[in-house]
C-alpha cells in the first residue's frame, strides 16, 4: 500500500527558507508516467497545487510561485521535496504531498497526512 | 485561471445537494478529468470522484459526478448527517499542473 509522509521544520523564519520532505514507501517515484505535487492549506482555506515532479524529473510550478518554488527529489531514497524561499506569515499552513496518477485521467490518488508549517519570528 | 465554487450549501437530510466548480476562462469538459475530494478540516482529503464521474473505492453511491452545462458538479442523493465535510474540486490543467476550487462546506441540517 503506498504511504506518504511529509516531514520538515514546523515553524520558519520570515524571509528564510521552507523546507519539506516527502518520503514514499509501497511504490516508487520512478514508476513511470506518474507525478508527485506538493499542495498546502492556510488556516481556514482551501487547498492551493504549489507544484509537480513527474517520474522523469521534470518538474510544474504555479504561476504566481515561480522564482520561490524548487520541487526536487531523490529516486535513491525515494524521496521528493518542497523548497519555498522567502516565506511571509501568507505562507502559513498545512503541507500535503501527494501522487497525481493516471487512473481514467488525473486525480490526486494517494495524500499524506499533511505538515503544519508556521511561519513567525 | 480561476475556478468557481459554492463557498457553503446546505441540505437537509434525505435531500439532494449539487456542489458546482466552473471555470473563468471557459467551459468545464471531461478532458479537464474534473476529480472531488471530502475533507475533515484538519485532516488529509479523501478523493470521492475521479476522472468526472468515477467513484473511489468505498463511496457510497449516493455520491455522483458529472458535467452540468458548464461546470462540473458533485451531487449527493439522499444526503446524511455524516456527509457534512468539506469538499473540494480539482481540474488538471495538463503536465501536471492543476488548479483547486476554493472549496465548499456542506451542511446537512
Known amino acids: 500500500q503506498l504511504r506518504l509522509q511529509e516531514s520538515g521544520p514546523g515553524l520558519v523564519k520570515p524571509s528564510e527558507i521552507l523546507s519539506l520532505t516527502c518520503s514514499v514507501s509501497?511504490?516508487?517515484?520512478?514508476?513511470?508516467?506518474?507525478?508527485w505535487a506538493w499542495i498546502r492549506q492556510p488556516p481556514g482555506k482551501g487547498l492551493e497545487w504549489l507544484g509537480s515532479?513527474?517520474?522523469?524529473?521534470?518538474?510544474k510550478y504555479k504561476a504566481s510561485l515561480e522564482g520561490r518554488v524548487t520541487i526536487s527529489a531523490d529516486k535513491s531514497k525515494n524521496d521528493f521535496f518542497l523548497s519555498l524561499t522567502s516565506v511571509t506569515a501568507a505562507d502559513t499552513g498545512v503541507y500535503y504531498c501527494?501522487?497525481?496518477?493516471?487512473?481514467?485521467?488525473?486525480?490526486?490518488?494517494?495524500w499524506g497526512q499533511g505538515v503544519l508549517v508556521t511561519v513567525s519570528s | 485561471t480561476v475556478v468557481t465554487q459554492e463557498p457553503s450549501v446546505s441540505v437537509s437530510p434525505g435531500g439532494t445537494v449539487t456542489v458546482t466548480c466552473g471555470l473563468t476562462?471557459?467551459?468545464?469538459?471531461?478532458?479537464?478529468?474534473p476529480s472531488w475530494y471530502q475533507q475533515t478540516p484538519g485532516q488529509a482529503p479523501r478523493t470521492i470522484i475521479y476522472?468526472?464521474?468515477i467513484r473511489s473505492s468505498g463511496v457510497p453511491d449516493r455520491f455522483s459526478g458529472s458535467i452540468v452545462g458548464d461546470k462540473a458538479a458533485l451531487t449527493i442523493t439522499g444526503a446524511q448527517a455524516e456527509d457534512e465535510f468539506d469538499y473540494h474540486c480539482?481540474?488538471?490543467?495538463?503536465?501536471?499542473?492543476?488548479?483547486f476550487g476554493g472549496g465548499t462546506r456542506v451542511t446537512v441540517l
Open positions: 515532479i513527474f517520474y522523469s524529473g521534470s518538474t
Open positions: 509501497g511504490g516508487s517515484i520512478s514508476s513511470p508516467g506518474l507525478f
Open positions: 476562462s471557459g467551459s468545464v469538459s471531461t478532458s479537464l478529468y
Open positions: 501527494a501522487r497525481l496518477g493516471a487512473r481514467s485521467g488525473w486525480d490526486f490518488d494517494s
Open positions: 476522472g468526472t464521474n
Open positions: 480539482v481540474f488538471y490543467m495538463g503536465s501536471g499542473s492543476v488548479v
